[in-house]
């Protein structure tokens, strides 16, 4: 089993939409959660942490369920230039980052 | 803004040669590490490094080595390229242990024939 899962999509989606991703890991001590976008022949770049409360960055919102080892990534609104890979990342505090293989995400007009 | 920039965007090598990958930063991060992204496998580490010469193992270091001599260079070497290198290779950098932001180079993909 690998230690951080992702539906690899891709999910199309029209402009407009709502559009929503989880994740789920397997070691149950991790303690801090990330979603970073990839563009096509990109590097990543982090999108947001994930707080335990949930948190809020405008259009996206990012949910951790500890009790469940999953966190999700709901973008509203979605545009165009949304359409990318969305990579989950987890971490147990030491240098052990953990990425998903990427939900591949495509916005059409 | 942090730049973290890798010595090529692409390369292509033979069977058996030697492959030097730099990687440079430059915002006097303590940590650095180098990745391969293979599709549906996600990044997998290489190699980190969080001090000047130091150094470790991560989950796939087989023929691989790494080199850091200053603080805001470190190498990726493969030793005797084979085609199953053929990937590309994430250099990142972060400033302090644990779950913290990681800042990724452009990438380098790189094929070996």
């Known amino acids: 089993r690998k230690e951080v899962e992702q539906d690899p999509g891709p999910f199309n989606v029209p402009e407009g939409a709502t559009v929503a991703f989880n994740c789920t890991y397997s070691?149950?001590?991790?303690?801090?959660f990330f979603w970073y976008r990839q563009d096509c022949r990109k590097e990543p770049k982090l999108l947001m942490s994930?707080?335990?409360s949930g948190n809020e960055d405008g259009r996206f919102t990012a949910q951790l369920n500890r009790a469940s080892q999953y966190i999700s990534l709901l973008i509203r609104d979605s545009k165009l230039s949304d359409s990318a890979t969305y990579l989950c990342v987890v971490n147990d505090n030491n240098n052990d980052m953990r990425f998903g293989a990427g939900t591949r995400l495509t916005v059409k007009p | 803004d942090v730049k973290v920039t890798q010595s090529s965007r692409y390369l292509v090598k033979r069977t058996g040669e030697k492959v030097f990958l730099e990687c440079v930063q430059d915002?006097?991060?303590?940590?650095m590490f180098w990745y391969r992204q293979d599709p549906g496998l996600g990044l997998r580490l290489i190699y980190f490094s969080y001090d000047v010469k130091m150094k470790e193992k991560g989950d796939i270091p087989e023929g691989y080595s790494v080199s850091r001599e200053k603080k805001e260079r470190f190498s990726l070497i493969l030793e005797s390229a084979s085609t199953n290198q053929t990937s590309m290779y994430l250099c990142?950098?972060?400033?302090?242990?644990?779950?913290?932001?990681?800042?990724f180079g452009p990438g380098t993909r790189l094929t070996v024939t």
């Open positions: 070691n149950s001590a991790s303690q801090s």
């Open positions: 990142a950098s972060s400033f302090q242990t644990g779950g913290v932001r990681q800042y």
């Open positions: 994930v707080y335990s």
């Open positions: 915002m006097d991060h303590e940590n």
